[in-house]
């Protein structure tokens, strides 16, 4: 689930609801100052303060995380900047466990007296709390490391891109939307910069430096006489890469009906088929509701697998930790100890993995100091894994974490998050065009739309952005108005054929939404073309006044 | 930091101004101070408290406009926050909507902050844990929740004269409870300005008997039903709408633009049913909002739709200026005005209908109809012969929620709500809607 944007809103925040919430990139600073690091000997011996004191007032374990998060956005509309911010957010989150409860309390007073306040305070919250009873927390072990770090393995740091390169080529693009005929067109580039230092009391101390970029458009074109509008975004992906992501390469291209990218975008080539595309799809025609093979592309796919697979196989949902918003799992333990439950045929193979090259989950340790992997999910159709933090490993039978703590920021606590889980590609070789050319009814759907599934993950509804119809094996030109609802189960084990490697791409999203209070993780989602049979398809079009 | 006083930051903004050498120099300074609790399995499963201050500087030459903060107030510090958002400024591009900042203004104080809820520690949040825990294991039942607390202060300041400040706190609590096998669920949420309202216990205790009430929930055929949305429904649904920007209306973007006239809104037209009245006023005693906006204007009571006319579209300055109109600050809160029928009579007027507890992942399916998905949650009830007949599963919807208010039977007095996801409070009465499309059936609990 996204977080949506309720700028509109932007006076509720204040007062009518809670308040604002001046950590999350709340500081706008100069672009220099994004590329200054921070003395590591520092942050050491911050750390060092916070673990003692917290032993000291009793704590039975603690681990303390320095982050300083950086974050440029870079917007324009037309043929003019938007807006062009920079900022950071820098603090220390200090968890301990006390009378074998949890306690969190987090500053941005990231001095000695702010530590060793913040710490106390995060055992007095875990005492307090260790009063209300229930199962102790039980950690699965875990080695220190000693001083350690992880950087992203970026080729051109972005932050060090000047903003006028970055206005330059947004704007290029805007100009070939523009004079292809849109009405209106938005595009940015996101970059974040995660700086990352964590110390625990097993004698952990590690460093880490993670990047990620979202180069994004919106082309929109209106029909003057009904005043229909449509728009279309970009194809490309938010990605765990630098700059380098920004330079086009033929190699990394899937050709077809539309271009589609893997670890390399083509910003001024997307937005002239984009532009070319959306007006095309205001006069195509609205499509019959029915049932459909699907084709569906990784721009599209990605999502999917996100909703109905990445969550539900999440172990603290499975558990009923996220019973109050998220919502719990049709997957239970028994499922997965069973050995047998079906969840999808034999062509859905999904694994997490958070090392993969270019996706933005990928980090060398989790945010509580677990070293990172791969593992199986779904093997030949069969639930076989889920994803397990350290104080829930054990639940699993499991000896040790699976690395999926994460938090959004230094003053959020960390819990379980989604790594990467990807759909693997098949076996035998096949193009998206040669999956296309055996389909008589269907439908290709390239790039994401809306999305919504129920809590505990049956019910799910997609659209997404471009629909072309097939027709006895070939493209017979664009629809509209196009959903899918189908059931999780059925539609896995709908799944008939996964292209092959060639055609392997990640999509993902910067903010996947979880937790009370809510925080967003990003996270990539690989797969090549899949084709599912005989889904139901509605039609969305509605008129109001 | 602690929390300023009016004075003590009206005294600190003076002071960063003193060094301003900008042609428009604007600052801002707020913080806030806040804790939770969250529970599952009946036991707290984290907590934490946070606390932040931050102060930002916008310094404008022209119409370059740079910007720089700090989260340090010695005078050194509080200097080269205000020179290094210049230099920013002189490398900045040119914005052409920058808008001069505004002079001087008064506004009125808010009502926005309580002493008693500023004033919760962990323990207190603990306490009031404990007691919805109470409930849960009276009930026999399993509980997830979330309870925070959060106070805070904003204050800005400019060279040309203008100074602003509020401070304001509030409380939110949420709980499902559900039995050990995963086959009910109930839900309940509060939020107030004042801890003193909050009765954690109360609360809880319908979540249970809603939970209680859902057992052996059987499937009906999706389709069109009379549909009663309690608050914490409509509030999820309704959100989606409240968005009354004149500049996506006129472009012809937005379910407000008048289709197939160029420039054109349905301001003045009958949107919906004419039972329906919604509006902003910072001075609801049960949902207050500050007094002004983020760029300095006073905010005050507007109807945005009233007796289902559009009233009035939000105009930022700039395009207000563009236009030659009034600026129009976009809502601070809603407050949608109810009717006079109780729950009760709704349900005994309805001969076939569905009661929906709360809504869940809700997205946009088309911009042009507000057309949107999502399903029913928490507590889901035929409705046969006015009375409640028995719990049912749950219904994915796609339905638009301008649709859904030109279908209104019957209103009853207005709540305040929690959206599940934005976790934003609304004043949302419980509403009696005819023909609500249901498009299938979900196995979810």
Not at chain 1, 158 to 164: D, L, N, R, S
Request: proline share 4%; charged share 25%; net charge neutral.
């Amino acid at each position: 689930m996204k977080r949506r944007d309720f700028i509109f809103l932007s006076g509720l925040g204040a007062s009518a609801m809670m308040l604002p919430d001046l950590s999350a990139f709340g500081r706008s600073i100069d672009p220099q100052q994004l590329l200054d690091p921070i003395d590591i000997k520092t942050k050491k011996m911050l750390a060092d303060i916070a673990l003692n004191s917290a032993k000291t007032l009793g704590a039975s374990y603690a681990d303390v995380r320095i982050g300083r998060y950086l974050s440029q956005n870079v917007s324009t509309r037309e043929q003019r900047v938007q807006n062009v911010s920079n900022s950071e957010s820098f603090g220390v989150g200090i968890r301990v466990i006390a009378n074998g409860c949890w306690g969190f309390a987090a500053t941005n007073d990231v001095t000695k007296d702010g530590m060793a306040k913040t710490a106390a305070r995060a055992v007095a919250v875990a005492k307090a709390n260790a009063k209300i009873g229930g199962k102790p927390v039980d950690l699965a072990p875990q080695k220190g490391y000693g001083e350690v770090s992880w950087k992203a393995p970026i080729e051109k740091n972005a932050f060090e891109v000047p903003i006028k390169e970055k206005v330059e080529l947004l704007l290029a693009a805007n100009a070939i939307a523009m004079k292809g005929g849109a009405n209106f067109v938005n595009s940015g580039i996101s970059t974040i910069n995660e700086q990352k230092y964590f110390a625990s009391t097993d004698g952990s101390y590690i460093d880490q430096d993670i990047h990620r970029i979202s180069p994004n458009f919106s082309v929109t074109k209106s029909d003057p006489t009904t005043g229909e509008f449509q728009t279309q975004s970009a194809l490309s992906s938010p990605m765990g890469l630098g700059f380098e992501y920004l330079t086009p390469s033929e190699s990394e291209k899937v050709k077809g009906i539309v271009t589609r990218y893997k670890q390399r975008y083509d910003i001024l080539e997307d937005i002239a088929q984009a532009t070319r595309n959306v007006g095309e799809k205001l006069k195509s025609k609205s499509v019959e509701p029915g049932k459909y093979d699907l084709v569906l592309d990784p721009s599209h796919l990605w999502l999917t697998i996100h909703e109905s697979v990445g969550h539900p196989t999440e172990l603290d949902r499975v558990l009923g930790y996220e019973a109050n918003f998220a919502g719990t799992s049709f997957v239970s333990l028994d499922k997965v100890k069973s050995g047998t439950f079906k969840y999808g045929s034999e062509h859905v193979n999904i694994h997490a993995d958070k090392l993969q090259k270019g996706s933005l989950g990928a980090v060398g340790y989790d945010d509580e100091g677990v070293k990172c992997g791969e593992w199986e999910i779904i093997k030949d159709g069969i639930l076989v894994g889920l994803q397990a933090t350290r104080d829930q490993a054990k639940v699993m039978g499991l000896s040790a974490s699976q690395g999926c703590c994460y938090a959004d920021g230094w003053d959020s606590v960390q819990f379980q998050r989604m790594p990467n889980v990807s759909l693997k590609p098949g076996k035998t070789p096949m193009s998206p065009d040669d999956m296309i050319k055996n389909v008589e009814k269907g439908i290709f759907i390239v790039n994401n739309g809306s999305f919504s599934i129920d809590q505990q993950r049956y019910n799910f509804q997609f659209g997404g952005q471009l629909f072309y119809e097939i027709k006895n094996g070939k493209i017979v030109g664009q629809v509209n108005d196009v959903a899918y609802q189908a059931n999780t189960r059925e539609f896995w084990n709908s799944c008939t054929g996964v292209c092959d490697e060639k055609d392997y791409r990640l999509g993902g999203s910067f903010s996947d939404g979880k937790g009370q209070p809510q925080q967003v993780s990003a996270v990539s989602h690989g797969s090549s073309t899949a084709r599912f049979n005989g889904v139901n398809v509605i039609n969305t079009k509605k008129k109001i006044g | 930091m602690a929390i300023l006083t009016k004075e003590e930051a009206q005294a600190l903004l003076k002071k960063v101004l003193s060094y301003s050498k900008a042609d428009e120099c604007e600052v801002f300074v707020g913080g806030s101070i806040g804790g939770n609790i969250r529970t599952a399995l009946n036991a707290v499963s984290t907590a934490g408290e946070t606390d932040t201050t931050s102060l930002s500087v916008s310094s404008t030459f022209g119409k370059k406009t740079g910007s720089a903060s700090i989260n340090e107030f010695d005078d050194a510090s509080l200097e080269k926050v205000v020179r290094r958002s210049e230099e920013l400024a002189q490398l900045a591009p040119e914005n052409p909507e920058h808008m001069p900042p505004l002079g001087p203004a008064t506004f009125k104080d808010s009502i926005t902050f309580n002493a008693d809820t500023a004033a919760m520690t962990p323990d207190t949040r603990a306490d009031l844990i404990a007691q919805s825990m109470k409930a849960t294991k009276e009930a026999g039942l399993v509980q997830a929740g979330f309870l925070e607390n959060s106070s805070g202060f904003s204050a800005t300041m400019n060279n040309k004269g203008l100074f602003a400040y509020n401070k304001s706190s509030g409380v939110t609590f949420s709980v499902t409870t559900r039995d050990d096998a995963g086959s009910i669920s109930g839900y309940a949420a509060r939020g107030f300005t004042d801890i003193k309202k909050l009765d954690t216990y109360g609360a809880t205790k319908i979540a249970t008997i809603k939970a209680n009430a859902s057992k052996n929930a059987k499937a009906i055929e999706p389709g069109k039903y009379t549909v009663i949305l309690e608050p914490t429904a409509g509030a999820y649904m309704l959100e989606n709408m409240f968005r009354f920007d004149a500049r996506s209306a006129e472009e012809g973007r937005s379910f407000l633009s008048k289709k197939g006239v160029k420039g054109a809104t349905r301001l003045g037209d009958q949107l919906v049913d004419e039972k329906v009245s919604i509006y902003s006023d910072p001075f609801n005693p049960d949902l207050p909002s500050g007094t002004w906006s983020g760029d300095g204007l006073p905010l005050e009571k507007t109807y945005w739709i009233e007796k289902g006319i559009l009233k009035n579209l939000s105009y930022s300055r700039y395009w207000a200026q563009q236009k030659g109109v009034k600026p129009v600050p976009g809502p601070s809160n809603i407050i949608m005005e109810g009717g006079n029928s109780t729950l009760e009579e709704m349900i005994a007027s309805t001969e076939r209908g569905i009661l929906v507890s709360r809504l869940w992942y809700i997205r946009m399916v088309d911009q042009q109809s507000l057309m949107l998905t999502g399903l029913t949650r928490d507590g889901t009830f035929l409705i046969e012969n006015g009375k409640i007949k028995a719990p049912v599963k749950n219904f994915r919807f796609n339905e638009s929620p301008i649709i859904m208010l030109n279908n209104v039977e019957a209103l009853g007095k207005p709540e305040r709500a929690i959206s599940v996801e934005s976790y934003r409070s609304y004043m949302i009465p419980p509403m009696k809607i005819r023909e609500f499309n249901f498009t299938s059936l979900s196995d979810a609990v």
